[in-house]
């Protein structure tokens, strides 16, 4: 099992910034994905951005060149640096860690996630 405990959330002006945290604790693979889902009212959750235990990273095209991604392995921590918020930012954030095995049958994936943190940006 994977617990997470997200931090950072609020309400900012648009323009402004924010940095989310999170920080997972249990039983991390050595192989895994953390990152970043959102969901606005209204709306599907949707990915943000992700970074893989290697340290690529994938951003949803409406965040690259604002929202930054990063992982501290030593502290099993994963960071969202948000510059330039818009309006349309303002969701619920949900952290997201993947443990990946391999098995006999193939890789298999156990996904996890935070309970949220709401961002509001106004305008």
């Known amino acids: 099992q994977v617990q997470l405990v997200e931090s950072g959330g609020g309400l900012v002006q648009a323009g402004g910034s924010l940095r989310l945290s999170c920080l997972a604790s249990?039983?991390?693979?050595?192989?895994?994905?953390m990152g970043w889902h959102r969901q606005a009212p209204g709306k599907q959750r949707e990915l943000v951005a992700v970074i893989t235990s290697g340290l690529s990273t994938n951003y949803a095209d409406s965040v690259k060149g604002r929202f930054t991604i990063s992982r501290d392995n030593a502290k099993n921590t994963v960071y969202l640096q948000m510059d330039s918020l818009k309006s349309e930012d303002t969701a619920v954030y949900y952290c997201?860690?993947?443990?990946?095995?391999?098995?006999?049958?193939?890789?298999?994936?156990?996904?996890?996630w935070g309970q949220g943190t709401q961002v509001t940006v106004s305008s």
């Open positions: 249990g039983s991390i693979f050595s192989s895994n994905v």
């Open positions: 997201y860690v993947q443990n990946r095995r391999l098995e006999p049958r193939g890789r298999r994936d156990y996904d996890y």
